[in-house]
């Protein structure tokens, strides 16, 4: 297993080429993969230990990555992706 977080396109590897494309199309989208993104490195740094947190504070930060993740999913759903 590896210690590096994955990112959506490795999450969804059917869904790759349309995460590109709204990447590259849609603001909004961007937006949140870039937040996405950032908030799984965050917890990644938490659980390896690299930037110790409360427990409170990972599971906030879980509860935030979960809910920009559904959030992704509808977009890449109604696109068709």
Do not use: C
């Not at 790759?16 to 950032?38: G, M, P, V």
């Not at 799984?40 to 930037?51: A, F, L, Y």
């Not at 409170?56 to 109604?78: C, F, G, H, S």
């Amino acid at each position: 297993m590896s210690n590096a977080p994955n990112d959506l396109a490795e999450d969804f590897p059917d869904k790759r080429e349309r995460i590109h494309q709204l990447k590259t199309s849609d603001n909004h989208f961007a937006r949140l993969y870039d937040e996405y993104d950032e908030l799984n490195r965050t917890i990644h740094r938490i659980e390896t230990r690299v930037e110790p947190k409360p427990e409170e504070v990972e599971e906030e930060l879980k509860r935030r990555r979960l809910k920009i993740k559904d959030e992704i999913m509808a977009m890449l759903d109604r696109a068709g992706g």
